[in-house]
């Protein structure tokens, strides 16, 4: 009785630790909305110039805006730690209204985020499982008349490679 007792109580312990180490890896939408505020501050030598809590603008000197919004916010586990990683996308508009789009990688580092990559393609990120980003990308132009049209879009899958995100055929 004794050692059912023992083992179970050892059972108990080891399982609350292994909760109480998960915890320390989750990651929340503000913490990852600001580390991309940090990072696009740096990059940019700017502080934001309009600010919400779902939303932030960095005009520069040649007159481009970073948009940054939360809801640009997508999490899964791209490296296979178990441990969720975040894609934080973005778009930059130029002085001719030319849209770019982009999407920074952050890794989980025992609860740190590093950001790993930014990546310039066009597409929209929709998820992460297991290991894979599944996203739209359209197959014409963007400065055609039927850019966007869903007949024009298709569903492409990137992995994790290194620094960067490959295509998965």
Known sequence: MF???FF???LLIATSCNTANQKKYFLSDEQIFTSAQKYLTIKTGLQPTNKTEDL???KT???STYICKKKNILLGDLNA???EDAIVSYQVVDKENTIRYYHLVFINKSGELIPLKVIEKEMQVKQITNGIVIAEH???ASDSPNYGCNLC???IKLK???DSLALVP
């Open 8 to 10: 179970s109580l050892s």
């Open 160 to 162: 994790l490679n290194g």
């Open 56 to 58: 932030f603008l960095i």
């Open 81 to 83: 730690d178990k441990f």
């Open 138 to 140: 359209s197959k014409i």
């Open 3 to 5: 050692r059912l007792f």
């Open 61 to 63: 000197e040649d007159s």
């Open 153 to 155: 879009k298709e569903t």
